[in-house]
């Protein structure tokens, strides 16, 4: 199957500082999406992004499909961006499963 | 904003016993989905349902898990006779179309089994 990396597996910032967040996966796809886990162990739908540049707030997110990988990038990081980011990608009828990475762990400090 | 809901937050049962977690997806989406999470690990795919049908199940879906919608709104994740290792994080996700295929998850079922 698919598989799907993440670096870097951990990050700790201060409290305003950017940070970029890679996922690579190892064929092509349909559709990626980037989550954030929430220490209450929610996932929060960040971007739905198969190909192209999105941005919401502080956060971008960045998929070149043609080379398969996606960025997800963080400005002036606050406190609450702490938690756990997954990338997941779908291969397949648009219907399929996702596929998850390990995700990456970001600590934001004060 | 439609949300996907998912109860009990938290399950603790006994090994053996029967559990059965409940998702209401959001209501104009077609396709269904249970994933789960073991404590520390990624989150990995269990099943996809789509017009009253499995669509898709993964090596981890054994005779152990099933799957309904008994009605219009509910769909229901069944763990027949729960073991240890079944303790995770379950996720409920749905999707509209296939179209704009993104996928939306509940705030998922910690299920600890003891």
């Known amino acids: 199957g698919i598989q799907v990396e993440q670096s870097p597996p951990d990050l700790i910032l201060q409290e305003g500082a950017n940070s970029t967040l890679r996922c690579n996966f190892s064929d092509s796809v349909n559709n990626l999406q980037w989550f954030h886990q929430n220490p209450w162990g929610q996932l929060i739908n960040l971007f739905y992004?198969?190909?192209g540049t999105k941005q919401n707030g502080r956060l971008s997110a960045t998929t070149v499909a043609t080379e398969r990988y996606s960025l997800l990038y963080i400005s002036s990081s606050q406190t609450t961006d702490s938690g756990v980011y997954f990338c997941?990608?779908?291969?397949?009828?648009?219907?399929?499963?996702?596929?998850f990475g390990k995700g990456i762990t970001l600590s934001v400090r004060p | 904003e439609p949300e996907v809901t998912q109860t009990p937050s938290h399950q603790v049962t006994q090994m053996g016993q029967e559990v059965i977690l409940r998702c209401v997806p959001i209501?104009?989406?077609?396709?269904f989905y249970w994933y789960r999470q073991i404590l520390g690990q990624k989150v990995e795919f269990l099943v996809s349902f789509y017009n009253n049908e499995i669509s898709e199940k993964s090596e981890i879906f054994d005779d152990q898990f099933s799957v309904e919608r008994p009605d219009g709104s509910n769909f229901t994740l069944k763990i027949r006779s729960t073991k240890l290792e079944d303790s995770a994080m379950y996720f409920c996700a749905s999707l509209e179309n296939t179209i704009v295929d993104e996928q939306f998850f509940g705030p998922g079922t910690r299920l600890t089994v003891l």
């Open positions: 992004i198969p190909s």
């Open positions: 997941a990608v779908v291969r397949g009828g648009a219907n399929s499963k996702l596929t």
């Open positions: 209501s104009n989406h077609l396709y």
